[in-house]
């Protein structure tokens, strides 16, 4: 797999359409924890890890509702997308059993 070059990882991937977000979203402790809940530059088999995540992030968004208790709870499932996506990594790095 080819990997993307710096300058152009500020590009969607073709077919990805990025999200507008209001520039007061980019910047609050709400966005700055959304921006890590994209999967497009993961390989296949990790965005079927990831993308979960990034659905329910939105879900919790939708609700409305902002405050620390947000905050948090997109913190925690950010944590817990970080350890799926290792999890799914370790699963991938294991020798066969048969070798």
């Known amino acids: 797999m080819m990997s993307r070059r ?5 590009k969607p991937e073709e077919g990805v359409t990025p999200e507008p977000q209001p520039v007061e979203l980019k910047l609050s402790p709400v966005g700055l924890i ?3 809940f994209h999967f497009a530059h ?9 993308q979960p995540f990034h659905g329910m992030a939105h879900f919790i968004i ?3 509702t902002r405050g620390p208790e947000t ?5 925690k499932l950010l944590e817990a997308k970080d350890c799926a996506v290792r999890a799914a990594l370790h699963e991938k790095e ?4 048969q070798d």
């Open 6 to 10: 710096t300058e152009d990882l500020a």
């Open 34 to 36: 959304m921006r890590h």
């Open 42 to 50: 993961l390989p296949e088999d990790l965005q079927a890890v990831s």
């Open 62 to 64: 939708s609700l409305g």
């Open 71 to 75: 905050t948090t709870c997109l913190r």
């Open 94 to 97: 294991k020798p066969d059993a």
